[in-house]
């Protein structure tokens, strides 16, 4: 098993440009999140989905769109991209809804994205 | 004031040493207490979970949580270089979303 999956790895953005971040998980689960991670801040929860065709938001929800497109994958879409929006995004999943704590949450590698 | 704070280190300790690693909340309503780990350029691996108050032990990782003074912590006893890597702690309310800390960054030295 792959775990949890993400592309692109690494992405260079001018400021107003899109993009979406891909994510797939082949552990059959259930739930699925957006997190960012910066410097000093910590992991924010940008949207989650709880199964398959609902989404939430999560923290930090503002610039950001998702789409949970199937039970294995769940894109993240800038729609137009601000140099805040730099950062560590990590798609996590879960078997049920992990938000409550007591279901372990497996993360994917991470996306480096930079925008100018 | 963030909802949880973490020191961020850096926190440097020989091979063999005890290590404590801390983090402090203000929402009362946290019930679900977890610490993470992540190696450099990876994505963070639970660790650690813990519900409510008390001590969970797991080989040489031993967690503890204490909510009346909202502060939890995470003791390494026989520290390795394997386990240099930054630490975070996380909490949850019931049906609620996590709440992360900025994180540790831990090196043991050889």
Redesign the interface.
Known sequence: NAG?TQTPKFQVLKTGQSMTLQCAQDMNHNSMYWYRQD???????IY?SASEGTTDK??VPNGYNVSRLNKREFSLRLESAAPSQTSVY?C?SSEDEG????D???????TRLTVL | QKEVEQDPGPLSVPEGAIVSLNCTYSNSAFQYFMWYRQYSRKGPELLMYTYSSGNKEDGRFTAQVDKSSKYISLFIRDSQPSDSATYLCAMSARNNDMRFGAGTRLTVKP
């Open positions: 949890v410097p000093g801040m910590g992991l924010r929860l989650y999560g923290e990590f996590a938000l409550a704590g007591g372990t949450q497996y993360f994917g590698p991470g």
